[in-house]
């Protein structure tokens, strides 16, 4: 089994419900959920909206590729609602990120493994670090809790 780090985000409709959908669907067809952080309420990144996110992480194993764990992602993300406009970033009832997948490092159009902005954002970083501290970023060769403590991002995010 392959161990990979899921981050699930939402700021539309009811945020707790999503994330407990998108956990239930997870566990139905990517693999075991083994471990997952508390929930954090998040200021958006990289745009302005008054609806804030609810964010956590989760420690899965799958025995998916990492092509095929995108295209289960992608199946979840639209059996709950989402729907994708071009816009990068913007409110979403649902949000799942691939963040690490064991220590692979993939970098294609469509799937770029690690999050190559994971570091950068404290909404990641603070709910992986529940989970996977002491996990290694195979391009940065830091651990998580390393990355956490040298974040610039001051954005707020509260554990509720």
Known sequence: MNVVFLGIGTN???RENN????????E??????????SVYETEPWGFHTEDEFLNMAV????????SGLLGRILMIESLLGRLR???????????IDILLYED??????SLKIPHPLMQERRFVLVPLCEIGAETIHPV?????S??????KDKSKVKKI
């Open 19 to 26: 994330l407990k959908e998108a956990i239930a669907l997870i």
């Open 12 to 14: 539309l409709g009811n």
């Open 146 to 151: 390393l990355l956490l403590e040298s974040c």
């Open 85 to 95: 406009e071009g816009r990068q970033y913007s409110s979403r009832v649902i949000d």
């Open 28 to 37: 139905e067809c990517i693999g075991r959920v083994v471990g997952s952080s």
């Open 140 to 144: 940065l060769k830091k651990s998580v």
């Open 104 to 109: 692979l490092i993939i970098d294609e159009k």
């Open 59 to 66: 420690k899965v194993e799958t025995d998916l590729s990492p």
